[in-house]
């Protein structure tokens, strides 16, 4: 698995990016943004950074990407599970997201969207994010 993690100030350009391409699908969601379309979901990830405004880069994204050879035994349900331990080993807790699978590529792979504002207006920190992502993508 590889990870590559980018941080921004949009989320409609992100989440648009995301969910409007070809043969992909919404595996995972955090809470209070499940069941959204996503005009409407970027501007509940919108609503949640208001709680710390002085963010510059609400914006979390990380695309996961893992070997071809992998494609038969990465069912939807077990990408979602990855995706899920992957954010739990990178501290990414308490806030919303959205995980994305593309399926257009011969490399199968995930977006996930997350906000960097918690639900209790903390920041989630991204000092040493890309050490961190390189000692979880190698476990």
Known sequence: ?????????????????????????????????????????????????????????????????????????????FMARLAGEYLELMGIRNTQFIVVRHHGTDNPHCHIVFNRVDFDGKVISDSNDFRRNEKVTKC
């Open 1 to 77: 698995m590889i990870g590559k993690i980018r941080k921004g100030r949009s989320f409609s350009g992100c989440i648009r990016y995301v969910t409007q391409k070809d043969a992909q699908k919404i595996i995972a969601s955090g809470r209070r943004a499940a069941g959204e379309r996503w005009r409407r979901r970027h501007a509940v990830f919108r609503w949640q950074c208001l709680l710390n405004p002085d963010v510059a880069k609400p914006v979390g994204h990380i695309a996961l990407s893992f070997k071809p050879e992998d494609a038969p035994r990465l069912t939807d349900a």
